[in-house]
């Protein structure tokens, strides 16, 4: 059975750091490329990040380019967010996505049940 | 960045009506549009890949049609555990991009 598991959220600071993981289990992680996507309190879904799955190849959503990194370690079947000068508009579940492929397209096939960052002073 | 709107944002329907949900993409997305189904707390789940293939396990009541620019998801007979939000996503561009999101309510 495949089975994301997000941890490493909770309440930060405006300015501060938090880094999420996605641990991965029921498949062939390491063939597989990685999302995290997030969704504000009570709002839509919004991409935040893709890797590859070498990790040769990331992507980012611009609202967080430059402050996330996405990274991966394969050995250990997990996936990473690390997050830094974060913000309140950062508030939202955060959900770490298996991606596959049709033809030239994509869609997230899993997901993890989410893990919660607040950003608050 | 492909921008995607839903119609409705917002749907009520009664038990064993046949609903249809619009999905319009800024540009034309060939068939690469998914959709998704999200109920309160919980993780979306993946309906429909490709315009119209159906995820394996999801029932037949659900389908999709549509290409280029515009999108529909029907579902034929509402159960009572249809009623929740449902997100259109393009995968044309590098960056995928949701709609805003139709939330199914009971009637």
């Known amino acids: 059975e495949v089975q994301l598991v997000e941890s490493g959220g909770g309440l930060v600071q405006p300015g501060g750091s938090l880094r999420l993981s996605c641990a991965a289990s029921g498949f062939t992680f390491s063939s597989y490329e990685m999302n995290w996507v997030r969704q504000a309190p009570g709002k839509g879904l919004e991409w935040v990040s893709y890797?590859?799955?070498?990790?040769?190849?990331?992507y980012y959503a611009d609202s967080v380019k430059g402050r996330f990194t996405i990274s991966r370690d394969n050995a250990k079947n997990s996936l990473y967010l690390q997050m830094n000068s974060l913000r309140a508009e950062d508030t939202a579940v955060y959900y770490c996505?298996?991606?596959?492929?049709?033809?030239?397209?994509?869609?997230?096939?899993?997901w993890g049940q989410g893990t919660l960052v607040t950003v608050s002073s | 960045d492909i921008q995607m709107t839903q119609s409705p944002s917002s749907l009520s329907a009664s038990v064993g009506d046949r609903v249809t949900i619009t999905c319009r993409a800024s540009?034309?997305?060939?068939?690469?549009l998914n959709w998704y189904q999200q109920k309160p707390g919980k993780a979306p789940k993946l309906l429909i890949y490709?315009?119209?293939s159906l995820q394996s396990g999801v029932p037949s009541r659900f389908s999709g049609s549509g290409s280029g620019t515009d999108f529909t998801l029907t579902i034929s007979s509402l159960q009572p555990e249809d009623f929740a939000t449902y997100y259109c996503q393009q995968s044309y561009s590098t960056f995928d991009t949701f709609g805003q999101g139709t939330k199914l309510e009971i009637k």
């Open positions: 890797i590859s799955s070498s990790g040769s190849t990331i």
């Open positions: 540009q034309s997305i060939s068939s690469y």
């Open positions: 996505a298996r991606e596959s492929h049709f033809y030239g397209g994509d869609y997230f096939d899993y």
């Open positions: 490709a315009a119209s």
